[in-house]
């Protein structure tokens, strides 16, 4: 269903619950407003790019979402994609990207591929979580420490030798603001919940640096102030030469934001016993990203961590989430201005404390404990996110998971020869007379008759040494059957024809594989008469082939 699930809470909507979204919005925008500009930051764009995109997108994609809870704005997943873009495209072509994957979105709504999007392979989420978790880690270090050194670079084997190469200008001072900010963070929860730790992490090291003139950089002292109001709304320039160059970095930020978005609604789903609208989702996803780069915002999802403390705060319809936004938005023009004072380990600090929370190690070596296949995509997705490309790193880990399953299923597909075990009188089941008629040959297929099996069962016709008079081809427990599938029923129809076979289709209880057979005009050629419903008419039937035969 394509409707907005605020259109449905209004329907009942009530001042009580109007009090608890507007709590919880408070303080979901105070939680989001150092994550918003530690974002920006580490994605290598200005601290209120992140304000921008938390404000416009945030509101959007709950007064449009398919979530009841849903909270949107910048995450961590995708710093590792901005930062890569902004080295080498610009903020432009960031901007461009962002406007691009909006409109990728919005046709995955349409196109009803929410549901799809959610089958995307555990392994394959948790390994590039993960790389992102390291990534960020890393590209913490410099502001943690306050090593004095150029521009990162942006391999990250390149990074750690230059951070090494540097480590002798480490700042005492920087390394003791950001281990108070992940000590703070982690404690506070403890003392109350209801104000958020990195709030009050901000409020101590900023006081603390500024009271004791802490020779420590700041957001003001790297990049100035910060503006206090939202920027004109300004379309970008398409032409197929942009399109061309920036498709694929933004196919990966609608694929990215689409999986956490989802992956957000059904963690929140159930948390408040809810049913989320996929589709609705990606299209609110994709409009937010839309209005976030026409403002000259980064991209946006929904964020796991942020849902999850509007619904612990009493929140239950979006407009809690747009309070959160409109928050934000009183905050960056009455005292956007004073966040210049933060210093940057402090940033840094909230950031190495969502990396750990990103990391889901434990998650990491569940995976790592089971099946091979499981390993092998966890692995590559992990190790192409860190030391390659995060693009690459989907790209790659759906292949490979690809793969991998084609591989199962075709071990899972049997083609096996029943005349023996006919004679045996075994594997006769639901048969009144279990044995076979002489110049008859049965062959059952057991699993889906696609082109990874189809040769399967070539091998196994192969084994018959003279053709029968006669083919039975059990075809019961064939759930599906693809365009290779099909082309080797009409080979097996073609050379039993050639050689004076009859063939048989029995059991052909599958929807799918009836109506493909009929289709292909194969149940024409083979002759209805010839495709039964059950094995014991196949025999019968058999019998009067032989006996027309003489």
Do not use: C
């Amino acid at each position: 269903m394509l409707r907005p699930k605020l259109f449905d809470t209004l329907k009942t909507y009530h001042r009580q619950q109007f009090t608890k979204d507007l709590m919880s919005g408070l303080i979901v925008g105070l939680v989001a407003l150092p994550l918003a500009v530690a974002f920006a930051i580490a994605s290598g764009v200005s601290p209120e790019k992140g304000l921008y995109t938390a404000v416009i997108a945030g509101f959007i994609i709950s007064a449009m979402g398919g979530s009841r809870v849903q909270i949107g704005g910048p995450t961590g997943a995708f710093i590792v994609i901005v930062y890569g873009i902004v080295q080498v495209h610009g903020i432009d072509g960031l901007i461009i990207a962002t406007f691009i994957a909006g409109i990728i979105l919005i046709v995955m709504g349409f196109a009803r591929l929410g549901s799809v999007i959610k089958f995307i392979p555990y392994p394959l989420i948790v390994g590039f979580t993960s790389g992102i978790a390291l990534i960020i880690l890393s590209s913490q270090v410099k502001d943690f420490f306050g090593l004095q050194m150029g521009a990162i670079p942006a391999d990250f084997t390149d990074k750690w030798e230059s951070y090494i190469a540097h480590f002798q200008s480490v700042n005492i001072y920087a390394v003791l603001i950001g281990s108070a900010t992940i000590a703070i963070i982690s404690l506070w929860p403890k003392i109350t919940g209801k104000v958020p730790g990195s709030l009050i992490a901000i409020l101590f090291t900023t006081a603390i640096m500024h009271l004791l003139h802490l020779p420590v950089e700041t957001i003001g002292s790297k990049f100035g102030s910060i503006s206090s109001s939202l920027p004109k709304a300004v379309f970008p320039h398409l032409d197929v030469r942009t399109i061309k160059n920036l498709i694929q970095p933004a196919f990966t930020i609608a694929l990215l934001g689409g999986i956490e978005s989802l992956l957000s609604a059904v963690v929140s789903d159930g948390m408040i016993g809810g049913n989320h609208r996929s589709n609705m989702e990606l299209i609110a996803q994709g409009t937010a990203n839309i209005f976030s780069a026409v403002f000259g915002g980064i991209p946006a999802t929904g964020a796991i961590a942020r849902t999850a403390t509007n619904v612990k705060n009493g929140g239950r319809t979006p407009v809690a989430g747009m309070i959160h936004s409109i928050t934000l938005l009183l905050i960056l023009l009455f005292f956007g201005k004073w966040a210049a004072l933060i210093p940057l380990a402090t940033l840094a600090g909230i950031l190495v404390v969502v990396a750990y929370n990103m990391s889901e190690w434990r998650h990491f070596l569940s995976v790592l404990k089971g099946p091979k296949s499981d390993r092998a995509i966890l692995l590559a997705t992990f190790l192409l996110t860190v030391l390659i490309d995060l693009t690459v790193a989907i790209e790659m880990g759906l292949v490979l998971a690809a793969f991998l399953f084609l591989r199962n299923m075709i071990r899972f597909t049997e083609v096996s020869s029943l005349k023996k075990e006919m004679e045996d009188n075994e594997g006769a089941d639901q048969m009144e007379d279990p044995a076979l008629p002489k110049h008859v040959e049965v062959f059952e297929i057991n699993g889906p008759l696609f082109f990874g099996a189809a040769y399967k069962f070539k091998d196994a016709m192969r084994l018959i040494e003279r053709p029968p008079k006669v083919l039975i081809i059990r075809m019961r427990k064939v759930p599906i059957i693809d365009a290779t599938g099909l082309k080797t029923i009409k080979d097996v129809y073609t050379e039993s024809k050639q050689g004076g076979t009859k063939l048989i289709l029995s059991e052909v209880h599958s929807e799918q594989v009836m109506e493909e057979l009929k289709e292909a005009r194969l149940v024409f050629a083979i002759g209805k008469a010839n495709i039964t419903d059950t094995f014991e008419d196949a025999i019968q039937r058999s019998k009067v082939i032989l006996l027309e035969a003489g």
